[in-house]
């Protein structure tokens, strides 16, 4: 099992920045081997924005995003990050953390399927 708490959301105005973190912690000994970052807008399906191998390291990003998310991990407190630039209105969401335990690193992608873990939750909110 892995618990999983987001925080950082908040409300923002248009063109701002903001980082959105994301605690794992784990209670089996699997290991983690993906990590992503979605968002839920109201009327919309759960969308991936980011998502993170934990071997290399290496990320995905769908087009929609690349150049204003960036994920990121603390590899000293397995921290991930989600730090968003120039934000829009249609940005705002609930933005949840994901994690999984199953897949292995080459399968780590921006699919709801992939991850077995889940957060709660933040709320961003940006003003125009």
């Known amino acids: 099992q892995v618990q999983l708490a987001e925080s950082g959301g908040g409300s923002v105005p248009a063109g701002g920045s903001l980082r959105l973190s994301c605690v794992p912690t784990?209670?089996?000994?699997?290991?983690?081997?993906?990590m992503g970052w979605f968002r839920q807008s109201p009327g919309k399906a759960r969308e991936g924005l980011a998502a993170l191998e934990t071997e290399q390291l290496t990320t995905k990003y769908p087009d929609s995003v690349k150049g204003r998310f960036t994920v990121s991990r603390d590899s000293a407190t397995n921290t991930v990050y989600l730090d968003i630039s120039n934000l829009k209105p249609e940005d705002t969401g609930v933005y949840y953390c994901a994690a999984s335990d199953f897949w292995t690193t080459f399968y780590c992608d921006n699919a709801v399927k992939r991850y077995e873990y889940w957060g709660q939750g933040t709320q961003v909110t940006v003003s125009s």
């Open positions: 784990t209670y089996t000994t699997r290991r983690i081997t993906c």
